[in-house]
């Protein structure tokens, strides 16, 4: 086994927030020689690099990993260590993990009292404050695993995100593309037809527009799809959208900034440890988005798993 590292191994995405990490950077790595804090640093090259250079830093005996990015940054990471973690039998509870957030979303951290504010992440990184998040591990097609730190969905959700996504392989960095894609899919995404478990019970069976898993409770820049969702209760919420009329479905969109689709009678509020999703036929294996990413399709089996948490960073007085 390698020797514990105490350095933090810093991953840095140079493409997060428009492509203006180094302008945020690079003062921040002179905050944290200031605060006394050891770090080693290394930056992504392609996708999903951040989650292969996790799983190294894991391997080689680093047990403080941070990510510098946005969600998708952050989700990588997860994706390395807790995925390492299961194959070795480490146990989770030995990672710390934070994010210096200079993404174009940072929803995961406002789960945990953390503003967009890099110099004060790293003095919280610094006075070691750190609360234990839930790890939700997600089974898809084709036996594809993966980690969710904060948010998925499947329907208007995925769809929005792909589209999102496939705007930033293009080159588009502005704010309004998560706008422009929300418009789009308003009138462009259809629904699949699917059954829906919850702790091995069927909630909803029938045709879908939309459904969103919470161990978070932001997406979006700061709406709240799973409100009640707290990422260290041991529960993990989801919503399901029946099909609908447009007008009905667009009506519910004021709950989103008012956090309070729990209350709405068009929408499913559900609650549980085990949530499953099959397609009903075989034209609805839709995609799933964890955390902003496209990781696969339908069906799935989305879980925490029990007894495991890992160390997440947290404001200090989250929760006081």
Same mark, same amino acid.
């Given at each position: 086994?390698?020797?514990?590292?105490?350095?933090?191994?810093?991953?840095? =995405?140079?493409?997060?927030?428009?492509? #203006?990490?180094?302008?945020?950077?690079?003062?921040?790595?002179?905050?944290?020689?200031?605060?006394?804090?050891?770090?080693?640093?290394?930056?992504?090259?392609?996708?999903?690099?951040?989650?292969?250079?996790?799983?190294?830093?894991?391997?080689?005996?680093?047990?403080?990993?941070?990510?510098?990015?946005?969600?998708?940054?952050?989700?990588?990471?997860?994706?390395?260590?807790?995925?390492? $973690?299961?194959?070795?039998?480490?146990?989770?509870?030995?990672?710390?993990?934070?994010?210096?957030?200079?993404?174009?979303?940072?929803?995961?951290?406002?789960?945990?009292? +953390?503003?967009?504010?890099?110099? #004060?992440?790293?003095?919280?990184?610094?006075?070691?404050?750190?609360?234990?998040? %839930?790890?939700?591990?997600?089974?898809?097609?084709?036996?594809?695993?993966?980690?969710?730190? =904060?948010?998925?969905?499947?329907?208007?959700?995925?769809?929005?995100?792909?589209?999102?996504?496939?705007?930033?392989?293009?080159?588009?960095?502005?704010?309004? +593309?998560?706008?422009?894609?929300?418009?789009? =899919?308003?009138?462009?995404?259809?629904?699949?037809?699917?059954?829906?478990?919850?702790?091995?019970?069927?909630?909803?069976?029938?045709?879908?527009?939309?459904?969103?898993?919470?161990?978070?409770?932001? $997406?979006?820049?700061?709406?709240?799809? $799973?409100?009640?969702? %707290?990422?260290?209760?041991?529960?993990?919420?989801?919503?399901?959208?029946?099909?609908?009329?447009?007008?009905?479905?667009?009506?519910?969109?004021?709950?989103?900034?008012?956090?309070?689709?729990?209350?709405?009678?068009? *929408?499913?509020?559900?609650?549980?440890? =085990?949530?499953?999703?099959?397609?009903?036929?075989?034209?609805?294996?839709? *995609?799933?988005?964890?955390?902003?990413?496209?990781?696969?399709?339908?069906?799935?089996? +989305?879980? *925490?798993?029990?007894?495991?948490?890992?160390?997440?960073?947290?404001?200090? %007085?989250?929760?006081?």
């Amino acid at each position: 086994m390698s020797k514990i590292r105490p350095e933090w191994y810093i991953i840095v =995405n140079p493409h997060a927030g428009s492509g #203006k990490t180094m302008r945020y950077w690079v003062p921040a790595e002179s905050k944290l020689k200031e605060l006394g804090v050891p770090y080693y640093t290394v930056y992504t090259t392609h996708k999903h690099h951040a989650t292969e250079l996790a799983a190294l830093a894991a391997r080689m005996g680093y047990r403080r990993i941070m990510a510098v990015g946005g969600d998708g940054s952050i989700h990588e990471v997860f994706d390395g260590v807790l995925g390492w $973690c299961e194959v070795s039998g480490t146990d989770p509870a030995d990672f710390y993990l934070a994010v210096a957030p200079i993404g174009s979303g940072n929803d995961w951290i406002k789960s945990f009292g +953390i503003k967009r504010d890099v110099e #004060k992440v790293l003095e919280y990184v610094a006075q070691g404050s750190f609360v234990q998040e %839930d790890v939700v591990r997600v089974s898809l097609a084709g036996d594809k695993v993966a980690y969710m730190a =904060n948010i998925g969905g499947l329907g208007f959700d995925s769809h929005v995100c792909e589209r999102v996504n496939a705007q930033k392989e293009r080159g588009m960095r502005s704010s309004r +593309i998560y706008l422009n894609s929300l418009l789009y =899919n308003f009138t462009h995404t259809k629904s699949f037809n699917a059954a829906f478990y919850r702790d091995g019970e069927l909630v909803y069976s029938g045709p879908i527009l939309d459904v969103a898993f919470g161990n978070g409770s932001y $997406c979006g820049g700061g709406m709240q799809q $799973c409100n009640l969702a %707290d990422p260290t209760d041991g529960i993990l919420d989801a919503i399901i959208l029946p099909k609908m009329p447009l007008s009905s479905f667009i009506s519910e969109v004021p709950r989103l900034l008012r956090s309070t689709l729990d209350k709405s009678k068009k *929408i499913l509020y559900v609650r549980g440890t =085990n949530f499953k999703v099959v397609p009903l036929d075989d034209q609805s294996a839709d *995609i799933m988005e964890i955390d902003g990413e496209i990781v696969g399709n339908l069906p799935i089996e +989305i879980s *925490i798993v029990p007894g495991k948490k890992i160390n997440v960073l947290a404001h200090p %007085d989250f929760r006081k």
